[in-house]
């Protein structure tokens, strides 16, 4: 590291007492105010051709940290440069509005918890609250960027809540719907049982935390087969790491072209895929010389290890299935269809049945033996200790492992069965990888690495949300499933025959718009005549990543200037951005124009607080900017973030 020129210490340094810098930095920004020169550097430039730079918006829903003049002077940095050498670069600031954070603080705020409360409370006043949080700290924002000098317009600033802003991101889905890849559907997704609402895949990235649960290895007595003889019992070694899951245990999976061998201790004969029968069974035991290919065994019965779910249709049998390796485990694979993606498509195509006693705030139903109004992690520990007092139990080791959790709140996930929206964006996954390939990154190894390998992984868009404050997903749906997505609120009105020009397009005043059935029989009860909207609102990230567009109306308003301001040449955020506002971005414009909305982007590191960990709004670990700025001066804390830990340096 000898030719590093990076300073050897991050610490700032102190300057003389008799130095009064707040007092001289102020009259600089006082001279800016009085005489307009940001305003001036713009009109100055008016004539040059177009730089163009999109700020992504904070969610003003906590107090600013210094973490946060990291980025704005990245972001203040190039347009001033671009500014200096004649480009006419606009900087319009906006405000992330919608979404679970703000959701969860107003919660905390009210002593409520969760959507039963909400509820109770009344969903009109729990939105006005949010929409009064998102607003409350946006002075404290807009002091610290004042302060630090970062020349961005605050006075026209966008704010995804704004109707025009919501009516942007309908138009936007409305032209996803028309391609057909806007679809509700009964998948597994990661959901929060505290918040009651999925989550996307790139909002679980980032909120894995480490935890240490239960490895435990289960006999299932085989009941019919080769293997089912009264003389010689012999059981499925099966392992799982989601004890919990066992109750709803519905099959067990091989690998139809893996060998199968009975392997026995002198007591008991169990039953384990050839390639880990030592690594799983170890010394004392020894092989009987009976084996099966994988798919000899299909539909030999067992044993389920739980008797507490009432099965209506025929389960608890041997299935193929090819997602099955002989890595670590045993080799035979437990299925609870209802929480798990592999185990739904397998169940799904022997036609099993999809039990789920597990409730949506995450506790088993309630009339539940042994477990019933246990919350589903906490019920782990009683389960595996049935399983030994019932003599199942083989193996019960607990292990350290990386664990989803919801990154706001830090409940546990689950993955749950639920009927979702979703973009498919699998069916655009080649057009997202060939724009990123026309993005110049920096640093130049996040295209590939921890973005493209995001995108190469990439499943479909969790978009919807059982929320309350967030775009209402534009949906209307007939009794009889027919559906309209709505692109405005224009549309709406003519569709529904009011005049909405004044409708707050949130829930719950949209809720209450109905869309007539022109064809239905008049005879009909009105429910039965009548198109309702889903209840759900969409992802927040959408929201951020439509800015490009929405931040102006467009297209129902200044399509002009939008188009003058499309694509950007450059955006600044941190790394964690790669799978929240850099990929929304990217799958948005992708979607709905054919092409990456930015053109250039400056990936940054993290600040860590004192604890190491990022410094974070939710977290609570935040240092406060103008304190820092008193005492070391704003050039000196902007110099500190330029040049201490550029991201080119990486």
Known sequence: MANDPRPESRALPQLPAQIDLPAMEREVLGRWSKEDVFQRSLDQTRGGPNWVFYEGPPTAN??????????????????????????????KAGWDCHGLPVEVAVEKELGLSGKKDIESFGIAEFNDRCRESVLRNVDAFTAMTERMGYWVNMDDAYRTMDPRYVESVWWALRQIWDRGLLVRDYRISPYCPRCGTTLSD??????????????????????????????????????????????????????????????????????????LFEKVLGEGWELTGESFEGDEMERWTYQR??????????????????????????GLVHQSPAFGADDMLVCRAYGLPVVNPVRPDGTFEADLPL????????????????????????????????????????????????????????????????????????????????????????????????????????????????????????????????DLSNLDPHRPYVDDIVIPDPDADPSLPEEQRVARRVPEVIDAWFDSGSMPFAQWGAP?????????????????????????????????????????????VVVLGHILAEDGRK????????????PVMDQHGADALRWFMLASGSPWAA
């Open 615 to 626: 410094m974070s709004k939710h977290l609570g670990n935040v240092m406060e900017p103008i």
């Open 305 to 330: 290890p739980f008797d507490l779910v009432a099965f209506d249709e025929p389960a608890h049998y041997i299935v193929l299935a090819d997602y099955v390796t002989v890595e670590d485990g045993t």
């Open 556 to 600: 129902h308003r200044e399509e002009r200037t939008f188009r003058d301001n499309f694509p950007a040449q450059y955006i600044s955020e941190a790394i964690d951005q790669t799978r929240g506002w850099f990929y929304s971005l990217l799958a948005v414009s992708t979607l709905v124009f054919g092409r990456n909305s930015f053109e250039n």
């Open 62 to 91: 906590g107090q600013p940290g210094v973490h946060h003049v990291e980025a704005r002077a990245f972001k203040d940095v190039f347009p001033r440069f671009r500014t200096m050498r004649g480009y006419h670069v606009d900087r």
């Open 371 to 498: 477990v019933g109004g246990v919350f589903f992690k906490e019920a782990d520990r009683t389960l595996v200790r049935d399983l030994k007092d019932r003599g199942l139990l083989f193996r019960h080791v607990d292990y350290e492992h990386s664990y989803p959790h919801c990154w706001r709140c830090h409940t546990a996930l689950l993955y749950y069965a639920l009927p979702s929206w979703y973009i498919r964006t699998t069916a655009v996954k080649d057009e997202l990888i060939a724009q990123n390939q026309a993005t110049n990154w920096v640093p130049e190894n996040v295209k590939e690495g921890r973005f493209g390998e995001w995108l190469r992984g990439n499943v479909d868009w969790a978009l919807s949300r059982n929320r309350y404050w967030g775009t209402p997903l534009p949906i209307w749906e007939f009794p009889d499933g027919r559906q309209i997505c709505v692109g405005s609120l224009e549309e709406l009105g003519r569709l529904s025959g009011q």
């Open 202 to 275: 790139h909002e679980l990235a980032q909120g894995y935390e480490t935890v240490t649960d239960p490895s435990v290895y289960v006999r299932f007595p085989v009941t019919s087969g080769p293997l089912a003889s009264p003389e010689h019992p012999t059981s499925l070694l099966v392992w799982t790491t989601t004890p919990w899951t066992l109750v709803s245990n519905t099959a067990v999976a091989v690998h139809p072209d893996v060998e199968y061998v009975v392997a026995t201790d002198g007591q008991e004969r169990l039953l384990v895929a050839r390639p």
